[in-house]
């Protein structure tokens, strides 16, 4: 336990905030490296690090050399020579843009994480989990949202009573009511994947996939802090993204069903760029919902903005389906008549045909409508389950080199990664208790996503397929999964410790080339929380080299033959990391 000491220390941090400790643990014990050592750490309120080496260590050390070349820093203690090194001492330091800063956390180049408290999440299944306060020990939102049950402090854990901006009530009589809106709604079967723009704490989320929603939950990093945190940590899908100037990182057509409940965004602004990037995401035939003081006030400034709205959302072909109460809800046109009958000059104009419309990384957002590449007479989707394990019509489109149909490679994907999966739930000493929060890293068609849902394990799995490969996103969302595309040479915008597994299967091999594969390793090591796994299936020479890395993070690793025997090509490297503070 901390104690409490009667005058603070002002610490001085490298940003130059001073911060003042009232509280500091006593003679902990500690290990960098092969370096065993006893200190007292001070508690001072960080987000970025986990912990900050002061002064004070440095000076309990006696001589250190320090060589910024090999950015090592050598000292002697007890007569042995301590060498503490970045993992890659090759590596460069780059300055970051503006544009990625938007999007990006920075990068990970060190790898001393030491966590005070254990950091296992709480078992119980959405939508109501508790979360240990340690985990996330931040207070801001509790002082600012608490009055809006968003979300409330119970001694050492935090409490998510299902409140929000909008539904201070909870989310579950708000689902309820936009289920009676509009029926054709009809949760968890024709609306299974949506998107909630500014999420908070993504309580909208949590009730949805209680109704067999998956729900992608997003908003950036800004007053409404550790928001994606928060909701990572209760176990609920979601990510950090902001709409403002660049596309989202997902393809067109992609999500069934987006909301919007009092996100803070000027949907008419700009020519209504920012509602056109909802409408490249949305799904022909999909629905946006959007619960806002302009719906439902009569003061003229919010009247004038419901006009704008209306008149912005009949432009792009958008048909107002159920208004009642502070909730309005569009339905995107399900075939193109309206498009095609649209006086010439009409604005939005429709986007330059041949800009590929699920193209995301670094594209700036235009004020045009995206019409799908493929433009049928009639869209549709299938309900699930059914789209989970059918082959989606956009299959067809992808260029793809193989002696079979595409549909037959589809379907020996699906079957391949059934048996893979059983044989991990069968074979590997996972806790399908523990586990919540997945990243398959390079996800191709979801197989994986797809076979555990097959399986009835209760993960979701967040579906990333690198940039430098084909683009299958489409085939993600169109069975029902979720996913994002990202390139594995930066971080990937989510909090450290915030999943459970990462599953990689191939992906140093596809980017040794381009990346530093330490730095992906790195980066894997700050989002996995303690006691987290990582499964993953290479060659064996790289499954080796990555061994190698693995363990100079610390995680415990073993080296095991797939399905495919010991003759088999492919190895699995199965790792866990294990918390640092258990030695
Ligand atoms: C007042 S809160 C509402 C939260 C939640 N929807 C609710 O009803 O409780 C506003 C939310 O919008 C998010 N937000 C603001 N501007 C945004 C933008 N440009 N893109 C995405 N999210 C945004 C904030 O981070 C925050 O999550």
């Given at each position: 336990m901390p104690v409490t000491t009667p005058h603070p220390l002002h610490v001085e941090v490298a940003s130059a905030h001073s911060f003042p400790s009232t509280q500091r643990y006593q003679q902990l014990s500690y290990r960098i490296g092969d370096f065993f050592g006893q200190a007292d750490f001070h508690i001072i309120p960080l987000t970025r690090y986990d912990l900050i080496l002061g002064a004070g260590w440095f000076a309990s050390l006696g001589a250190v050399t320090v060589d910024l070349q090999l950015q090592t820093l050598t000292f002697s203690h007890d007569g042995t020579q301590h060498i503490f090194s970045s993992i890659d001492s090759r590596q460069d330091y780059q300055l970051i843009s503006g544009k990625q800063f938007i999007r990006s956390l920075p990068k990970a180049h060190c790898a001393a994480i030491l966590s005070v408290q254990p950091v296992q999440p709480i078992a119980d299944a959405p939508p109501l989990p508790q979360v240990w306060?340690?985990?996330?020990?931040?207070?801001r939102l509790v002082a600012d949202k608490g009055g809006q049950n968003w979300i409330a402090i119970a001694k050492d854990k935090f409490k998510f009573p299902g409140g929000g901006t909008q539904f201070a009530h909870g989310a579950d009589q708000y689902l309820d009511q936009m289920s009676q809106m509009l029926p054709d709604l009809k949760f968890g079967t024709h609306v299974r994947v949506a998107l909630d723009i500014g999420c908070g704490v993504a309580s909208w989320g949590a009730y949805l996939l209680a109704r067999g929603v998956l729900t992608l939950s997003i908003a950036p990093k800004d007053v409404h802090e550790n928001q994606i945190q928060f909701a990572l940590e209760r176990g609920i899908p979601a990510m950090i993204a902001v709409l403002a100037t660049h596309r989202l990182l997902y393809p067109s057509q992609a999500f069934d069903l987006i909301h919007c409940s009092r996100c803070r965004i000027e949907w008419t602004r700009d020519d209504g760029v920012l509602l056109l990037e909802v409408d490249r995401v949305l799904k022909a035939g999909g629905y946006f919902a959007w619960a806002a003081q302009p719906v439902y006030k009569h003061e003229e400034s919010n009247q004038r903005t419901w006009l704008d709205m209306e008149d912005l959302a009949t432009r792009m072909c958008w048909k107002l389906v159920a208004k009642q109460g502070y909730i309005a809800i569009w339905q995107k046109p399900i075939d193109k008549s309206c498009y095609s009958n649209r006086l010439p000059g009409a604005l939005p104009t429709l986007c330059d045909i041949n800009e590929d419309p699920d193209s995301v990384w670094y594209v700036t957002l235009k004020a045009c409508i995206t019409l799908p590449r493929n433009n049928p007479d009639k869209f549709f989707w299938l309900d699930y389950p059914a789209r989970l394990d059918n082959p989606p019509v956009r299959l067809q489109s992808l260029h793809i080199d193989a002696i079979a149909s595409k549909n037959e490679v589809f379907e020996a994907d699906r079957r391949y990664w059934i048996e893979i999966v059983q044989g991990y739930l069968r074979g590997l000493s996972l806790k399908i208790e523990d586990i919540r929060n997945v990243m398959d890293m390079r996800a191709c068609y979801g197989g994986f996503a797809a076979a555990l849902a097959d399986q009835k394990v209760d993960w979701w799995v967040m579906n990333v397929v690198p940039i430098s490969g084909i683009n299958t996103l489409p085939i993600i969302y169109d069975r029902g999964l979720i996913g994002v595309a990202h390139d594995w040479c930066e971080p990937f915008d989510t909090y450290p410790r915030t999943y459970d597994l990462l599953h990689v299967h191939g992906l140093f091999t596809l980017e040794q080339d381009r990346c530093n594969i330490a730095h992906i390793i790195l980066e894997m090591d700050r989002i996995l929380r303690p006691g987290g796994w990582v499964l993953i299936r290479e060659s064996m020479a790289m499954a080796l080299s990555v061994e190698v890395l693995a363990k100079s993070v610390r995680w415990k690793t073993h080296l095991l033959d797939t399905e495919n025997g010991p003759f088999g090509k492919d190895k699995l490297l199965s790792c866990q990391k294990v918390p640092w503070h258990g030695f």
């Open positions: 306060y340690n985990n996330v020990p931040h207070t």
